[in-house]
């Protein structure tokens, strides 16, 4: 599959990466439909040293294209949208609704992990981390689905 690689900064390319695929059985792998450009996209964007390779990208929408076993919640076919970072629902910091001190959570594009720019994303812990839009894949409605300002 296709998706952008980050060089250093000022150097991204798209290129051919492995294809996205389910790994554990809490996986699910989303078709990326849109993605946006986040400001900590920015960062190694302007400043990542020449020496190591990334994947970018960590807020997306897609098309559920498969899910593991043990996904309950979310199925085939359906708009999920992702957040900024992966987390498992489970743990004391998930149960208290901060997702983002996951203790078994991760980052797109960092930890072995996808990215969402690119055509399809292996999304771990699939129930927690994906969120299920409330509209069919339609192109008039995806632009309500945009980051708000900061
Ligand atoms: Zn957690």
Not at 29 to 51: E, F, H, N, Q
Not at 103 to 120: C, K, P, T, Y
Request: charged share 20%.
């Amino acid at each position: 599959m296709r998706a952008t690689v980050i060089y250093g900064a000022g150097d991204v390319r798209v290129e051919t990466v492995p294809d996205a695929r389910l790994i554990e059985p809490s996986d699910a792998v989303v078709r990326v439909t849109r993605a946006a450009i986040c400001g900590s996209d920015l960062w190694p964007y302007k400043s990542m040293p020449a020496s190591d390779t990334g994947r970018m990208g960590h807020e997306f929408i897609g098309v559920v294209e498969s899910v593991g076993a043990d996904v309950q919640s979310i199925m085939v076919g359906q708009l999920v949208i992702a957040p900024f970072l992966i987390s498992d629902g489970t743990c004391a910091f998930c149960r208290e609704g901060l997702q983002t001190s996951c203790l078994h959570g991760g980052r797109w594009g960092g930890d072995g992990n996808d990215a969402g720019q690119g055509e399809a994303v292996r999304v771990p812990h699939a129930d927690s981390t994906l969120l299920v839009l409330p509209v069919a894949e339609d192109e008039s409605q995806m632009a309500r689905y945009r980051p708000a300002r900061s």
